[in-house]
């Protein structure tokens, strides 16, 4: 084809556009066309949050993706009753036939009706095949799933919650009139939620469990700390919000079973006597009243690091860190307990603590030391670090800067570190003593040392071994009783 | 209607398309079976001008946790902030070796190292260094404070350190050492002094 001079010169005659025109035409279509890909990948990754259903059943309790199709929601059939029993499918052309133990399901794509263990249902929407798997509409759950389990199953739509069978687990809240009151809920089965606390409440997101509302969403409770809670749930979890004018901390208890929440203990001292202290400004400890007497709830705070979505170092394959340390922190605990020193563990369950937060709850319990534990799959026997403590930062008044609150208490803390390290020794335990920069030691108003644990031998998983825990948790709390004395003089 | 000149462009690209698809599939298989050779993803240095100096560079154990210093031989710049980066890069040189006494993850870099103002050093490590490295209070501190007091013992006038990561603050090195304050080289040096004692 030849392009002829009017043509070239004019316009196209025969709609065609020529070579001059059609570069600059393209320009703005291809960033058009860029524009609309790169709008879809954005939509795409921005995403608020991924929709998801849960499944609790006596087999497993899990949660699955929920997928859009068409203006209604799906979940892939297979995916739904494998952790259930036995499955299998089978697509050929556009039928699709599925097999849960002796229940067979005929599917055909395009068409509501199908055919379970040779009777008839209609599903609310079209079946799905997509590359050979079977989608199902979300909404059928709650009628199609009995047919093929045989048993009864209540799905709650609006939350996306599906429970195969009885379950469910209940609870029951109430606040004690003791002083601070508490708030115990006990549970039909051990529970273990996750817990995050703000401003004016206490947040427990049940993701694994099946806990269901105690008859009404919201309660109310006879207390003017802890007024009331709401039970929340959405997009596959649940979760328990309490509501509270100061703030809480929860403990477990019963084996999981039982959850008290009541106010963190300094609050709760000031709540038996009105507060006399200013509250500190943010990124500033609490004030010291030199030589004044201290009560002091408890003679330890033993913090096991990590936890939560923070799982520390992968010692092995299977064993994270936050798992150790919690498990030594209970043993340490009952240690140091057994030998009568009062002793709080800042988390006694799978939970996330920031740094902030383990030095803020510590520095509140005014207790004489605090031991924060760590595990290390590498070195030999048992380090014991006192904190490196910037210099450069400034004291305002009676608050402390943040970074250098340590600083009052290094010389006590060594001195603890050093007796630690002494008993370890006697007991044929390799230790040392070192400082480290590891936070929140500097953050802490008292005697602060951190615990790493090695492993006794090559075997990392020894670390893990009860009679191990044990012997180091009895070394540390002996170790600590000794010098009880010394700690327990503020200096 | 669509130009005759671009559906042939089209075409023509389809057919390459098509035929490259085909050769990666034939070859597929082939660079399967070849046996690959260890590769090296650590980024190239470039060379560095300058005279070959003395230096000591405090190390790391593992085995025993201890640091210990080190003499070595290093091709050193004359500018002062170039000389702290290859300072530094020679103490990763001995970490990245085949028998590390304190192995770091393949890639680990220095990225830069700046002398901003009169006693402080800032060093910009890469994400590979930090998201690589083997989380522990001991095994993290011994990274830091090795790379502080070599910077400190060789670049003088270095009274503070910070790290970043990638240009960034950072909390943790790994979980446990902490980047987000400023290291001050007495505090170091005394921790350096614990650490060379294996008791």
């Known amino acids: 084809m030849r392009w002829s001079k009017s043509r070239r010169l004019g316009a196209p005659a025969s709609g065609r556009l020529p070579r001059e025109r059609l570069v600059p ?74 097999r849960y133990y002796d229940v067979e399901s005929e599917f055909t794509a395009g068409q509501t009706r199908v055919r379970i263990h040779g009777s008839d249902f209609d599903l609310p929407a079209s079946f799905l095949l997509e590359n050979g798997r079977g989608l199902v509409p979300l909404s059928s759950l709650g009628t199609l799933m009995p047919r093929i389990l045989g048993g009864p199953v209540t799905f709650n739509q609006n939350s996306r919650r599906l429970f195969v069978g009885n379950v469910a687990v209940h609870f029951t809240a109430q606040v004690s009139k003791t002083t601070p009151p508490k708030l115990v809920m006990n549970f039909t089965a051990p529970v273990n939620p996750m817990i995050a606390t703000e401003p004016g409440q206490l947040r427990m997101a049940f993701n694994h469990e099946a806990v269901v509302a105690p008859g009404s969403q919201g309660l109310t409770f006879d207390s003017k700390i802890i007024p009331s809670a709401s039970f929340q749930e959405s997009n596959g979890s649940a979760a328990l919000v309490i509501t509270a004018t100061v703030p809480l901390m929860a403990t477990f208890a019963n084996n999981g ?27 500033f400890a609490p004030p010291l009243a030199a030589g004044a007497p201290i009560r002091r709830p408890y003679f330890a705070v033993v913090d096991p690091s990590h936890g939560g979505e923070e799982r520390g170092a992968s010692l092995t394959a299977q064993l994270a860190e936050k798992d150790v340390t919690l498990a ?86 060594q001195s603890a570190g050093t007796g630690l390290v002494v008993e370890l020794q006697s007991k044929q335990i390799r230790a040392r003593s070192l400082i480290t920069p590891l936070r929140p030691l500097n953050n802490i108003t008292t005697a602060a040392l951190a615990v790493e644990v090695s492993p006794p031998s090559d075997d990392i998983s020894e670390l893990n071994s009860p009679a191990y825990q044990q012997f180091i948790a009895g070394a540390i709390a002996a170790g600590l009783a000794d010098i009880r004395e010394k700690l327990e003089t503020r200096p | 209607m669509i130009p005759r000149h671009l559906i042939f462009g089209v075409a023509v690209l389809l057919i390459v398309a098509f035929g490259m698809s085909m050769y990666v599939w034939r070859v597929r298989g082939r660079v399967d079976r070849v046996p690959t050779p260890e590769t090296n993803a650590q ?124 240009g960034r603050e950072r909390d943790t090195l790994a979980g446990h050492a902490d980047l987000s304050n400023f290291y001050e080289v007495p505090a170091v040096t005394r921790a350096v002094a614990q650490l060379q004692n294996t008791q």
């Open chain 1, 257 to 283: 079973r039982t959850i008290v929440v009541e106010p963190v203990p300094q609050v709760a001292a000031q709540v038996q006597s009105p507060p006399s202290v200013p509250r500190p400004p943010n990124n």
């Open chain 1, 328 to 413: 030594f922190g209970r043993r340490l605990r009952q240690e140091l307990e057994t030998r009568g020193l009062a002793t709080l563990l800042l988390r006694d369950s799978d939970t996330t603590l920031s740094l902030d937060q383990r030095a803020s709850l510590t520095n509140s319990a005014h207790a004489a030391i605090y031991i924060c534990l760590h595990a290390a799959s590498e070195g030999e026997g048992v380090r014991v670090y006192t904190a490196i403590v910037p210099s450069d930062t400034e004291n305002r008044g009676p608050f402390l800067s943040w970074d250098a609150a340590q600083g009052a208490f290094q010389l006590l803390s």
């Open chain 2, 43 to 166: 980024p190239v240095a470039p060379p560095v001008s300058g005279a070959t100096e003395q230096a000591t560079i405090y190390v790391a154990y593992d085995d025993v946790g201890v640091v210990r210093p080190k003499l070595v031989r290093v091709t050193l710049p004359v500018g002062r902030q170039e000389r702290a980066t290859e300072i530094l890069r020679s103490l990763l040189n001995v970490y990245e070796d085949k028998f590390s006494p304190h192995p770091l993850a393949p890639g680990s870099e220095i990225r830069d190292v700046y002398l901003v103002e009169p006693g402080l050093a800032i060093i910009d490590l890469n994400a590979v260094f930090a998201d690589s490295h083997r989380s522990g209070v001991l095994v993290e501190e011994l990274t830091v404070v090795s790379l502080v007091q070599t910077l400190s013992a060789n670049i003088p006038g270095i009274s503070r350190v910070k790290f970043l990561v990638e």
């Open chain 1, 25 to 98: 035409a393209a320009i703005p279509l291809l960033a058009f066309m860029t524009a609309v890909l790169l709008a879809s990948t954005l939509l795409l990754y921005s995403s608020p949050e991924e929709k998801r259903i849960s499944i609790y059943s006596n087999a497993a309790n899990y949660s699955l993706p929920v997928l859009d199709r068409n203006g209604d929601e799906y979940i892939g059939l297979l995916e739904l009753f494998e952790p259930l029993g036995a499955v299998s499918a089978k697509a050929n052309g556009n039928h699709w036939k599925f």
